[in-house]
């Protein structure tokens, strides 16, 4: 915690650098994205807009933010906060490396906002990435985070205790899930796609049983009350999360003993698998591609980065 306080000391007496803002890992989304504002809890908010699903902490302490999407929103997003609050944004946490969770960071970053995130995070955005076929350059240093951890982390602001929790080799190597203790307010980050089939980056260090490890432990964290923020789609409450885990084991189990029959990825395929969970037309990821992920993840399970 020292080395934590120290850190944090000193990056909030230097000065944000300016450079171009970071390309995202996917295409770019289109200009102006409409944010919409729903409100959880008493100081807790959800921005929804064409990245990542935004958590806002907002009260006496300051504005606090959990991811920012893609840098052509950042206008959007700050306009959004300041009908919560009108002061700046102090924070941000990004649950992990991905453009459409840390496109912001780099516009947020020039006016003072500290980000955190975990070691890895901060790691894999240093270097060039390799995400569904497409290199990733690396981020410019003013996008970086500038305050990293290797498990939990907890802020003390806005009247909660809000905690950043690792979960290792789930969506990527470095997500965290993020929970307002007294709000009761959960954040899954890219470890929960709700009403979606999950990409799990496999190049950034995911796996099919850390992302059902990663779920796990998010319902121990959650109760029947509990506000539920995914990476991608509409709010959820815990029973969402237990049939989102059931599939995953599901998949998980069925093509395992695929695999043991010494099926190939293609006859696997051919099962069908996770076309029952496809319940939305022109998904981003397809049943044949989660499919294959959760074969070539436990074919090939990732090596420990830490």
Do not use: C
């Not at 933010?65 to 997003?77: C, E, F, H, K, S």
């Not at 969402?240 to 006859?267: G, K």
């Amino acid at each position: 915690m020292r080395r934590v306080l120290a850190a944090f000391a000193i990056a909030a007496a230097m000065p944000a650098a300016a450079q171009p803002p970071a390309p995202p890992p996917t295409p770019a989304p289109p200009p102006n994205p409409e944010i919409r504002i729903e409100r959880i809890a008493p100081g807790v908010a959800v921005l929804f807009g064409r990245g990542g699903n935004i958590g806002v902490s907002w009260g006496p302490d300051g504005n606090i933010l959990i991811d920012d999407q893609y840098a052509p929103a950042t206008g959007r997003v700050v306009a959004a906060v300041r009908t919560l609050d009108a002061d700046p944004i102090r924070f941000v946490i990004n649950t992990h490396w991905h453009g459409d969770h840390t496109g912001g960071n780099e516009n947020l970053g020039r006016t003072g906002t500290i980000i955190f995130a975990h070691d890895n995070v901060r790691l894999r955005m240093t270097m060039a990435q390799l995400v569904r076929g497409e290199r990733v350059p690396p981020s410019p240093s003013g996008a970086l985070p500038v305050i990293t951890f290797s498990q939990d982390l907890t802020f003390h602001l806005n009247g909660d205790d809000i905690r950043a929790i690792h979960v290792d080799h789930a969506h990527t190597d470095g997500d965290s899930l993020i929970h307002w203790t007294r709000a009761n307010v959960l954040h899954m980050g890219d470890t929960y796609f709700n009403g979606l089939l999950p990409f799990i980056d496999l190049d950034s260090g995911g796996s099919i049983d850390g992302a059902i490890a990663a779920v796990e432990r998010g319902l121990q964290l959650a109760n029947d009350e509990t506000r539920i923020i995914p990476g991608h789609g509409p709010m959820a409450r815990r029973a969402d999360l237990v049939a989102y885990l059931a599939m995953l084991r599901d998949v998980r189990t069925r093509v395992a003993a695929a695999i043991r029959q010494r099926r190939t990825l293609a006859q696997i395929q051919a099962l069908r698998i996770a076309d029952r969970y496809n319940t939305r037309p022109n998904n981003f990821i397809s049943p044949e591609s989660f499919v294959e992920t959760v074969y070539r993840s436990l074919r090939n399970p990732p090596a420990d980065h830490h």
